[in-house]
């Protein structure tokens, strides 16, 4: 099946810093999201995004299907953006909805 | 616009009793998803349903673990007899039937939202 690694596995920022997680594939997807997971469990949907750029507010998103990659950046982040981030995928020529989840990024971001 | 309701929060049982959890999806959405997140690791995809038709199934232990959306709105997942590695949250999910606008010309229809989740914990 088709593999998702994300990288790093763990990131401490000081709250202000800007930051940069990757999600790499190891297939062609038709289907990319990436969550954040807060302290609670609650996972938030923050980016469809199989092709192309994305921007809301201080993340915006790319992802480079020919290159199976996907980045996604904080700006200035704040402590609120704490949690776990993942990187999901449906495999091509998937139409199911079915999403395969990376292992995660954990920010903690310092005040 | 209310998002997927989940129940119990919480539940801690022994193991080898039963356990139900129930979903109610955001109003509109036609696919559910029931998941398993183990501590430390990403949500694995138990079983999906398409209104009340069953997509996937294949990670579902089927010895165990059952589930049903029987009018193509909430859906209950239940294990019996639970074993410890149960112990897990169990996420709900839902989104829009993408076949209902012509296939993928309904950019995003897929997005998938998740309900707070059902913590277990086997004993």
């Known amino acids: 099946g088709i593999q998702v690694e994300q990288s790093p596995p763990d990131l401490i920022l000081q709250e202000g810093a800007n930051s940069t997680l990757r999600c790499n594939f190891s297939d062609s997807v038709n289907n990319l999201q990436w969550f954040h997971q807060n302290p609670w469990g609650q996972l938030i949907n923050l980016f469809y995004i199989p092709s192309g750029t994305k921007q809301n507010g201080r993340l915006s998103a790319t992802t480079v299907a020919t290159e199976r990659y996907s980045l996604l950046y904080i700006s200035s982040s704040q402590t609120t953006d704490s949690g776990v981030y993942f990187c999901a995928v449906e495999r091509e020529p998937g139409n199911t909805g079915k999403l395969i989840f990376g292992q995660g990024t954990t920010l903690q971001v310092k005040p | 616009e209310a998002g997927v309701a989940q129940s119990p929060r919480y539940k801690i049982i022994e193991k080898r009793q039963s356990v139900a959890f129930w979903c109610n999806p955001i109003?509109?959405?036609?696919?559910l998803y029931w998941y398993q997140q183990i501590l430390g690791q990403g949500p694995k995809l138990l079983i999906q349903f398409q209104n009340n038709g069953v997509v996937d199934d294949s990670q579902l232990p089927k010895d165990r673990f059952s589930a049903e959306r029987l009018k193509g709105v909430d859906s209950t997942l239940k294990i019996q007899p639970a074993k410890l590695e149960d112990s897990a949250v169990y996420l709900c999910?839902?989104?829009?039937?993408?076949?209902?606008?012509?296939?993928?010309?309904?950019?995003?229809?897929?997005?998938?939202?998740f309900g707070p989740g059902t913590r277990l914990t086997v004993l």
């Open positions: 109003s509109g959405h036609a696919t």
């Open positions: 999910a839902s989104s829009l039937d993408r076949m209902s606008f012509g296939g993928r010309g309904y950019v995003g229809a897929d997005t998938q939202y």
